[in-house]
């Protein structure tokens, strides 16, 4: 990690001071490795929150994943759609209200990849804390053999971290205003197709 080149993009400013209030951040199941340098490195010392709680699947991959964070000052709460999820949500919003910042993967445990799914909808509505979607691309890396090919960028690769609009859902949503910021949000996560990176990119060269 240390040799990792990070850009950061705040083009809302949301981090413009060292008292930015809690909120939800939505990272992708398979960038779940970038989560704890994106907490100690940027987040941290530009946040009021008391600490940062993420949402960690139940499963003998997530132990090991609970320990790990734990050495970067991340508190696991274990749970998923499949296993204890009302009892991690309702964990998750006490630690919300306690003055926590929330970290979420909402297309995890098991996918669709890259689809976001209600429970991060959910836990805003209960907690009231703005969703901020965070989109990681990750110049040089390696790609393992799951079902949403987990990323472990390589040394000194270059990582752009991108924080996108803040998402609010107010406590009384419908379920047509859920969708309308699950769209929203599914729209601010999507990555940009690599083939459209390098057609980008040869249009900037010509």
Not at 124 to 136: D, E, H, K, M
Request: aromatic share 8%.
């Amino acid at each position: 990690m240390a040799t990792w080149r990070i850009r950061w993009h705040d083009p809302h400013q949301i981090f413009k001071s060292q008292d930015t209030p809690p909120m939800i951040f939505c990272l992708w199941h398979n960038r779940l490795a970038l989560s704890m340098k994106i907490y100690r490195g940027f987040v941290r010392d530009r946040s009021q929150a008391r600490g940062l709680a993420a949402m960690i699947s139940a499963s003998k991959d997530g132990g090991l994943l609970a320990e790990t964070l734990s050495y970067f000052g991340v508190t696991a709460v274990r749970g998923s759609t499949s296993r204890r999820g009302r009892q991690a949500l309702l964990e998750l919003t006490r630690m919300a209200r306690d003055g926590y910042g929330i970290a979420i993967t909402p297309d995890g445990p098991r996918g669709p990849k890259y689809v976001v799914q209600d429970g991060i909808l959910a836990l805003s509505q209960l907690t009231g804390l703005a969703i901020v979607p965070t989109r990681v691309e990750i110049c040089s890396k390696f790609s393992l053999r799951s079902w949403d090919n987990f990323q472990i960028p390589w040394p000194f690769s270059i990582i752009h971290v991108h924080f996108g609009s803040l998402l609010n859902l107010p406590r009384n949503a419908d379920q047509l205003e859920r969708e309308q910021i699950r769209a929203q949000l599914q729209k601010l996560m999507e990555d940009i197709p690599e083939s459209n990176k390098e057609a980008a990119a040869m249009n900037r060269l010509s």
